[in-house]
């Protein structure tokens, strides 16, 4: 196989991830210029970046479905894409909750979950620019280790949001809504980790 051919999902992993970058970057330009509502043009927007990921997603499937001889295991390249994949559709499914909720006030934490989501894309981003030298680099394992620190923060402002949010929120219908949001954020953190694990099984594997 052409040398072209072979770098073709490594390059594939990067081309996919942008749109998930791109979506992460989105959300938190919304969050931190959030007034009163999700607006259409809002909701599409995001959507225009999660269907140019779907686009990406269905052309590599096509490839691979084609292919004998891939750099790593087929199963292994089929895992990265889909679970890239999901990362886009996780973090649009905040801005359509936020949508369908009509959701007025954001909870106080949706600030510093942006922040810990935009951080967690950009180490990400690393391991997979980097994931080609894998047999003979240190960064993709140091990246990856520095998403799983950075999601662990995810954690910690999680069970502290919900704590507070059971503390201080006696309304039902907007304990709901609010609960509702901060699992869809806190699912934005947990899913780019999953990118991350997946990632080392794959490097464990073929190495």
Do not use: W
């Not at 292919?67 to 973090?91: C, G, H, S």
């Not at 180490?123 to 990856?144: G, Q, Y």
């Amino acid at each position: 196989m052409k040398k072209k051919e072979v770098n073709y999902y490594f390059k594939t992993f990067v081309e996919l991830f942008k749109y998930t970058h791109d979506a992460a970057i989105y959300l938190e330009k919304v969050v931190l210029n959030f007034e009163d509502k999700i607006t259409d043009e809002q909701r599409n927007e995001m959507h225009a970046i999660e269907h140019k990921a779907d686009l990406c997603l269905h052309d590599a499937l096509a490839k691979l479905a084609k292919e004998f001889i891939t750099p790593i295991e087929n199963d292994d390249i089929l895992a990265i894409i889909k679970k890239i994949d999901d990362a886009t559709d996780t973090i649009e499914d905040v801005l359509i909750k936020l949508y369908i909720h009509d959701v007025k006030k954001l909870t106080p934490s949706a600030a510093k979950f942006v922040d810990i989501i935009k951080r967690e894309c950009e180490a990400m981003m690393v391991v997979l620019i980097e994931f080609p030298n894998f047999k003979k680099s240190n960064i993709v394992h140091e990246k990856i280790m520095e998403v799983l620190a950075i999601e662990e923060e995810g954690d910690k402002v999680y069970i502290s949001s919900i704590k507070e949010l059971y503390q201080t929120v006696d309304d039902v219908k907007e304990l709901y809504i609010m609960e509702d949001m901060i699992n869809a954020f806190e699912g934005c953190c947990d899913v780019i980790e999953e990118i991350a694990q997946v990632v080392d099984e794959a490097v464990m594997k073929n190495s």
